[in-house]
Structure formats: structure tokens, C-alpha cells
């Protein structure tokens, strides 16, 4: 019996014949796959190139790139008419192969429509310029800084940066600044003859290689006043008032500063914190001397780091004045540790999402769902 079974078996497998390869029934529906494909890919090149008009027209609009989106995304539907048009055999072509032609068509658009706005065939943005004065108020006999950080796409040269600088009588200066590495560059130097206030203004215009224009405007001041001793007064001749360690002793500074500042008899530095008003401070302060005639030489320092750039530009106010105090012999004086200043570091930001990347997450959605179709595909 058993092998009478073992023989039935062997008739049964023999009868198993492999389905005959039809062959031109393959290369056929192969010729289908890549006319589609290559139309697909025409067809996102064809509207990435009008979608580059609308991108143009749109570059006032808040909404632009949601817009190009929209309709690269609507004109998908242009895909089934083309194929339909050409009598392209459709018959079993399937939801994969619609998701697939979809997606090429998808990804055509995006990369080639990517490359055509951005340079070298396309620029729109004007040169970034951030600019500051180092500092905006400063005393007689002291320098002013302005520095500019200028970033651009397609860059720019130290031709095409101008800088005009006016005196407070309205006439203009030779201004010779210094460009290198994105970083303009200018120091004012005061002039021996003037005196009270004084204020310069400036202009910055930054062109790129494409002609795209950024202007900036500002000014400083020249001021016996951008440091003064507020409390107490009449201190600028000898032998000044008598202080004691609890006198409260307030500057007024007329400019944002980083640090002030101030020395006792050309002694160590003693920082000083900035009340509701004032920066006040007091003989408390390890660096005043009981019972004795000193002098007080005031400063503040200017600090200024541009955002992802690490690079620290500074500079000094320095008071035109020294002051007078004579210190009293309490016990307190020079007794506590003067107040510790933090200082301004580094600025790191990251940057803002835009065009590109809003389009690389969808892009991200439509590879997601095509490997979410394939894999139904393959449990059928």
C-alpha cells in the first residue's frame, strides 16, 4: 500500500507544469512602465518650469510658498489625462502604479523646481545687514565703532558696499572701512575741535552680485554727558565731598552698555549694577581707602556678538571727567567684594523653516505612503 501511495504522489508531481512566459505580453506592459515614468518626469519638469513664474509673481505675497504648493499638487491630475491622451494601455496598472507615477511626477517637480530658485538661476533676497554702533552716545575724545554683519545667498564684494558719513553740519566725510569674512568694519575717530553734542549720521548700502539692494541709516553722538556723576554733585574739582561707606554714589550713562565700571586712584576695576535709574555704588567696595583725598575715573564697556557668529566687537566710553571724594575714616570702608557682571556671549539661532523644508516634509509624507502601498502590494 505504501508504495502503491509513494507512486500516485510521484504521477501527481510530474503533472505540475511551470505557466508558459509570455514574453511579449512582459516587454509590453516594461514599455508601459517606462513611457509612464518618463512621462511622469516630463511632466513635473514642464510644471516646476511654470511653477517658477508663479514663485516670481508671488514674491510679495506671505503666502507664496503655499501657494506654489497648491498648485503643484493640483496639477498631479494632469498625469492620468496625459497617459489616457496617448492611449497608454491602462489595464492592469493598479493603484501601485498610479501612486508610483504620482510620485515621480511629485519628485520631478520638487527637485527641479528646488534648483530653479535658488542660485545661480534664480535670487530674490536681498544682502542681510545687521548693524550696530558701538557705542551710540560717546564721550568727547573717544572712538566709535560700527560694525555690519552681511550675509547673502549669492554673496557679495566690497565693491558693492558704500558707506556715506555726515557731519553734525551736515557735510560729508572720507570714510575708509574694512570688509572681510561678512564683516564690515568702521572706526570713528574724534575730532580734536569738537566739543558739546554732536551727532553723525550714516548710511550703509549693500548690493550683491545680482543687484539686489539693502540700505541701513543711523548715527552716534559725541556728548560730554554720555557718562556723568548724578549723586553728589560738585565733584569734579578738589577736594570733592566727604563720603562714608554707606554714600550712595549714582552715575547716569547715556548710552546701552554691557559693563560700567569704575577705578579708585587708577586701582582695580569695581563693577557697578544698574538700579531702577542709575548705576549707583557706594565706598563699601574693596578698592576705596578710608580717610584720604581720591580720584574716581568712570567707564562702560560696549559689547556685541551677531547671532551665530562668535566673534566678540566691543569698545569703551570713557568719562571725560575724574571726580573727587574725600573718604571718611569708617571702619566699613573697602570692607565687601564689588557685585560680579555678567557678560553678553554668543548668540546661536536656528534657522526658520521655509520653503524647502515645508516641502521636504511632505515629501517625506508621500515616501511614507509609497512604501505603505508596496508593502500591500507584496501581502496580496
Do not use: C
Amino acid at each position: 500500500m505504501a508504495k502503491k501511495r509513494k507512486e500516485k504522489k510521484d504521477e501527481e508531481e510530474l503533472d505540475f507544469k511551470l505557466p508558459k512566459f509570455d514574453e511579449e505580453k512582459f516587454l509590453k506592459k516594461e514599455r508601459r512602465n517606462i513611457k509612464t515614468l518618463f512621462l511622469s518626469s516630463l511632466l513635473g519638469f514642464v510644471i516646476a518650469l511654470i511653477s517658477l513664474g508663479f514663485w516670481t509673481l508671488l514674491s510679495e505675497s506671505g503666502l507664496r510658498w503655499e501657494l506654489v504648493l497648491l498648485f503643484g499638487v493640483f496639477n498631479a491630475s494632469w498625469v492620468k489625462y496625459l497617459f489616457l491622451r496617448l492611449n497608454i494601455d491602462l489595464t492592469d496598472f493598479g493603484k501601485k502604479g498610479w501612486f508610483g507615477s504620482y510620485a515621480i511626477y511629485f519628485f520631478t517637480w520638487l527637485i527641479v523646481l528646488i534648483i530653479l530658485v535658488n542660485p545661480p538661476f534664480y535670487d530674490d533676497e536681498s544682502p542681510y545687514v545687521d548693524v550696530v554702533v558701538l557705542p551710540d552716545v560717546q564721550e568727547l575724545g573717544g572712538t566709535v565703532r560700527i560694525v555690519a554683519q552681511i550675509i547673502d545667498n549669492v554673496g557679495v564684494e566690497k565693491q558693492g558696499i558704500s558707506f556715506t558719513l555726515t557731519d553734525p553740519d551736515g557735510s560729508p566725510i572720507s570714510a575708509d572701512f574694512a570688509f572681510d569674512n561678512n564683516i564690515f568694519s568702521y572706526t570713528h575717530e574724534n575730532p580734536d575741535n569738537l566739543t558739546g553734542n554732536n551727532t553723525y549720521t550714516f548710511k550703509l548700502t549693500v548690493k550683491d552680485v545680482n543687484g539686489r539692494t539693502t540700505e541701513k541709516e543711523g548715527s552716534f553722538r559725541y556728548s560730554n554727558d554720555a557718562i556723568k556723576l548724578a549723586e553728589p554733585l560738585g565733584t569734579t574739582t578738589e577736594p570733592g565731598p566727604a563720603v562714608t561707606y554707606s554714600t550712595d554714589i549714582k552715575f547716569d550713562v547715556g548710552s546701552d552698555v554691557s559693563r560700567f565700571y569704575y577705578t579708585v586712584d587708577d586701582g582695580d576695576e569695581i563693577n557697578v549694577t544698574k538700579g531702577d535709574d542709575f548705576y549707583e555704588t557706594a565706598p563699601k567696595y574693596e578698592g576705596w581707602v578710608k580717610n584720604k583725598n581720591v580720584t574716581v575715573k568712570a567707564y562702560a564697556e560696549v559689547i556685541y556678538y551677531f547671532e551665530n557668529y562668535p566673534t566678540q566687537f566691543n569698545n569703551t566710553i570713557v568719562d571725560y571727567d575724574t571726580y573727587y571724594f574725600t573718604v571718611s575714616d569708617a571702619i566699613e570702608i573697602g570692607g565687601e567684594k564689588p557685585p560680579e557682571i555678567t557678560l553678553p556671549g554668543p548668540r546661536y539661532v536656528g534657522a526658520t523653516p521655509g520653503f524647502e523644508v515645508a516641502i521636504f516634509l511632505i515629501s517625506l509624507v508621500v515616501v511614507a505612503l509609497l512604501f505603505k502601498y508596496r508593502k500591500k502590494d507584496k501581502k496580496k
